[in-house]
């Protein structure tokens, strides 16, 4: 059985930095990907960022682009998201979601965390 659980979030002020973290179990060794989208009120899933967790890509959507980090910890089955240079913009639901084949589809994906709220107040 898989599991996908995420902690962090929380509230920031504009200029600040969160991480998120995603704990990924009963996936086994392949190199599935892990990613990150986010629902901000009133609108759709957006992807923000994935990586393969063994062979280590990654992806970005052009708004976080050297602002936030995806990055693995193997040894503990976690991915962590560092989010710096918050803005109200990033307000959202943040959630992960591991095993999928497209980082901006979130269609692709099959296991999913019960998402965390990330507020950014300006």
């Known amino acids: 059985e898989v599991h996908v659980v995420e902690t962090g979030g929380g509230l920031a002020q504009a200029g600040g930095s969160l991480r998120l973290s995603c704990s990924t179990s009963?996936?086994?060794?392949?190199?599935?990907?892990v990613a990150w989208f986010r629902q901000a009120p009133g609108k759709g899933l957006e992807g923000v960022s994935c990586i393969g967790r063994n062979d280590g890509s990654t992806w970005y959507t052009n708004s976080v682009k050297d602002r936030f980090t995806i990055y693995t910890d193997n040894a503990k089955n976690t991915v962590y998201l560092q989010m710096n240079d918050l803005g109200p913009e990033d307000t959202a639901v943040y959630f992960c979601?591991?095993?999928?084949?497209?980082?901006?589809?979130?269609?692709?994906?099959?296991?999913w965390g019960q998402g965390t709220q990330v507020t950014v107040s300006s």
């Open positions: 979601a591991a095993d999928g084949s497209n980082c901006e589809l979130s269609a692709s994906f099959g296991s």
């Open positions: 009963g996936f086994g060794s392949a190199n599935y990907v």
